[in-house]
Nanobody, 126 residues
Protein backbone atom coordinates (compact mmCIF):
# COMPACT_ATOMS: atom_id res chain seq x y z
CA UNK A 1 0.00 0.00 0.00
CA UNK A 2 0.97 3.66 -0.22
CA UNK A 3 2.23 5.31 2.94
CA UNK A 4 2.30 9.07 3.45
CA UNK A 5 3.66 11.16 6.29
CA UNK A 6 3.29 14.92 6.63
CA UNK A 7 5.63 17.24 8.46
CA UNK A 8 6.39 20.92 8.72
CA UNK A 9 3.33 22.25 10.49
CA UNK A 10 3.48 24.66 13.38
CA UNK A 11 2.25 27.89 14.91
CA UNK A 12 3.06 31.02 12.93
CA UNK A 13 2.08 34.65 12.65
CA UNK A 14 -0.13 36.18 10.00
CA UNK A 15 1.72 36.97 6.80
CA UNK A 16 4.48 34.41 7.26
CA UNK A 17 5.21 31.26 5.28
CA UNK A 18 5.44 27.54 5.92
CA UNK A 19 6.49 24.62 3.77
CA UNK A 20 4.79 21.33 4.45
CA UNK A 21 6.38 18.08 3.36
CA UNK A 22 4.77 14.78 2.48
CA UNK A 23 7.01 11.73 2.40
CA UNK A 24 5.51 9.25 -0.05
CA UNK A 25 6.29 5.54 -0.05
CA UNK A 26 4.58 3.93 -3.00
CA UNK A 27 5.91 0.41 -2.87
CA UNK A 28 4.79 -1.20 -6.13
CA UNK A 29 1.66 0.92 -6.48
CA UNK A 30 1.38 3.64 -9.10
CA UNK A 31 -0.22 6.82 -7.84
CA UNK A 32 -2.24 8.93 -10.24
CA UNK A 33 -2.38 11.98 -8.03
CA UNK A 34 -0.91 13.27 -4.81
CA UNK A 35 -3.05 15.94 -3.19
CA UNK A 36 -2.93 18.32 -0.29
CA UNK A 37 -6.02 18.87 1.82
CA UNK A 38 -6.96 20.61 5.03
CA UNK A 39 -9.68 20.35 7.59
CA UNK A 40 -10.60 22.91 10.19
CA UNK A 41 -12.70 21.98 13.23
CA UNK A 42 -16.34 21.62 12.33
CA UNK A 43 -15.68 21.96 8.61
CA UNK A 44 -15.45 19.56 5.72
CA UNK A 45 -12.13 18.46 4.35
CA UNK A 46 -11.04 20.83 1.59
CA UNK A 47 -8.88 20.00 -1.39
CA UNK A 48 -6.11 22.56 -1.91
CA UNK A 49 -3.68 21.36 -4.55
CA UNK A 50 -3.13 18.31 -6.71
CA UNK A 51 -0.14 16.90 -8.54
CA UNK A 52 -0.71 14.40 -11.31
CA UNK A 53 1.81 11.70 -12.11
CA UNK A 54 2.76 13.48 -15.35
CA UNK A 55 3.44 16.71 -13.47
CA UNK A 56 0.17 18.53 -14.12
CA UNK A 57 -0.81 20.74 -11.22
CA UNK A 58 -4.10 22.19 -10.06
CA UNK A 59 -5.20 24.44 -7.23
CA UNK A 60 -8.35 25.41 -5.42
CA UNK A 61 -9.27 29.01 -6.13
CA UNK A 62 -8.99 29.84 -2.43
CA UNK A 63 -5.23 29.21 -2.37
CA UNK A 64 -4.14 29.56 -5.98
CA UNK A 65 -2.19 32.76 -5.48
CA UNK A 66 -0.54 31.78 -2.19
CA UNK A 67 0.15 28.04 -2.19
CA UNK A 68 2.47 26.03 -4.44
CA UNK A 69 2.69 22.26 -4.75
CA UNK A 70 5.89 20.62 -5.92
CA UNK A 71 7.87 17.41 -5.63
CA UNK A 72 11.48 16.42 -5.53
CA UNK A 73 13.12 14.84 -8.53
CA UNK A 74 13.05 11.41 -6.93
CA UNK A 75 9.28 11.67 -6.41
CA UNK A 76 9.67 10.72 -2.78
CA UNK A 77 8.52 13.99 -1.28
CA UNK A 78 5.69 16.33 -2.22
CA UNK A 79 5.72 19.82 -0.80
CA UNK A 80 3.17 22.53 -0.15
CA UNK A 81 4.67 25.99 0.05
CA UNK A 82 2.24 28.30 1.82
CA UNK A 83 2.84 32.04 1.70
CA UNK A 84 1.13 35.01 3.28
CA UNK A 85 -0.70 32.82 5.77
CA UNK A 86 -3.99 34.01 7.22
CA UNK A 87 -5.89 32.96 10.35
CA UNK A 88 -8.38 31.22 8.04
CA UNK A 89 -5.58 28.85 7.03
CA UNK A 90 -5.58 27.33 10.51
CA UNK A 91 -6.36 23.64 10.07
CA UNK A 92 -4.94 20.16 10.04
CA UNK A 93 -3.22 19.60 6.72
CA UNK A 94 -3.14 16.21 5.02
CA UNK A 95 -1.53 14.74 1.97
CA UNK A 96 -3.17 11.85 0.19
CA UNK A 97 -2.69 9.55 -2.78
CA UNK A 98 -5.20 8.61 -5.45
CA UNK A 99 -4.61 5.28 -7.19
CA UNK A 100 -7.81 4.99 -9.22
CA UNK A 101 -9.12 6.76 -12.30
CA UNK A 102 -11.77 8.51 -10.21
CA UNK A 103 -9.41 11.32 -9.36
CA UNK A 104 -9.07 12.39 -12.99
CA UNK A 105 -12.58 13.87 -12.93
CA UNK A 106 -12.12 15.57 -9.56
CA UNK A 107 -8.43 15.87 -8.67
CA UNK A 108 -9.10 17.67 -5.39
CA UNK A 109 -12.13 15.75 -4.25
CA UNK A 110 -11.28 14.11 -0.93
CA UNK A 111 -13.55 11.16 -1.66
CA UNK A 112 -11.36 10.22 -4.64
CA UNK A 113 -8.29 9.57 -2.51
CA UNK A 114 -7.52 6.24 -0.93
CA UNK A 115 -4.40 6.67 1.14
CA UNK A 116 -3.92 9.42 3.71
CA UNK A 117 -1.24 10.67 6.01
CA UNK A 118 -1.82 11.37 9.68
CA UNK A 119 -1.95 15.14 9.22
CA UNK A 120 0.05 18.07 10.50
CA UNK A 121 -1.40 21.03 12.39
CA UNK A 122 -1.00 24.58 11.13
CA UNK A 123 -2.08 27.43 13.39
CA UNK A 124 -1.93 31.03 12.18
CA UNK A 125 -2.40 33.77 14.73
CA UNK A 126 -2.71 37.53 14.33
Amino acid sequence: QVQLAESGGGSVQVGTSLRLSCAVSRGTIDTNYIGWFRQAPGQEREGLASLRSDGAIGYADSVRDRFTISEDKYKRNVYLQMNNLEPEDTATYYCAACVTVRCYSSPRGPDRYTYWGQGTQVTVSS
